[in-house]
């Protein structure tokens, strides 16, 4: 079993839409979460950082759930320019900070 | 103020050969990771350097190596390359200058892609 588990997509999905993707981890250790944006042939970028008291960058709202190993990502009101893969990231910190990945999903928004 | 920089962006390899792929951290960064992101997976998580010193290691076989130098920047080493080697090779740098250990944002540069033929 990953240790970061996503619903790989695509998710299709028309303009102004709400999208909601998921992720669950297996290590109860995990202390930081993130999810980042892979827009295709690029690298990884930070699109937020994931707390327990949930939080919110505009369209953007993510939530945490440590009870259940579960994070989530909504967007909303869907623009042309999300389309790109969003990957679940988690991270322990024992001395030094490596980042645990998902395999990403994918989420293409159409016209 | 410079972020992590990558080379080289793109290069094809035979299989058994050699490659070095070469990162430069953030300006004020002093640990650099490296990550092997094979087509549709994740990135996974190959070594960190800090201080010079190879300081965790993923599950990747001895074929894989690094180094990290005196003004922070690595390599990337792998021989006897083959062809599920091929992917993108991502460099990512964290820590302030005398920190090194602190958790805090991690930067990724753009990557190098390898193919191995």
């Known amino acids: 079993r990953k240790e970061v588990e996503q619903d790989p997509g695509p998710f299709n999905v028309p303009e102004g839409a709400t999208v909601a993707f998921n992720c669950t981890y297996s290590n109860s250790a995990s202390q930081s979460f993130f999810w980042y944006r892979q827009d295709c042939r690029k690298e990884p970028k930070l699109l937020m950082s994931?707390?327990?008291s949930g939080n919110e960058d505009g369209r953007f709202t993510a939530q945490l759930n440590r009870a259940s190993q579960y994070i989530s990502l909504l967007i909303r009101d869907s623009k042309l320019s999300d389309s790109a893969t969003y990957l679940c990231v988690v991270s322990r910190y024992t001395g030094f900070q490596k980042l645990v990945f998902g395999t990403g999903t994918r989420l293409l928004v159409s016209p | 103020d410079a972020g992590v920089t990558q080379s080289p962006t793109h290069l094809i390899k035979t299989r058994g050969q050699q490659v070095t792929l070469r990162c430069s951290p953030k300006?004020?960064?002093?640990?650099v990771s490296w990550y092997q992101q094979a087509l549709g997976q994740g990135p996974q998580f190959i070594f960190q350097?800090?201080?010079?010193?190879?300081?965790q290691r993923g599950n990747f076989p001895d074929r894989f190596s690094g180094h990290q130098f005196p003004n922070y920047s690595s390599e990337l080493n792998v021989n006897a390359l083959l062809l599920g080697d091929s992917a993108l090779y991502l460099c990512a740098s964290s820590g302030e200058k005398g920190q090194g250990t602190s958790g805090n944002t991690i930067y990724f540069g753009e990557g190098s892609w390898l193919t191995v033929v």
């Open positions: 994931v707390y327990s």
């Open positions: 350097y800090y201080e010079e010193e190879e300081r």
């Open positions: 300006s004020g960064h002093d640990t």
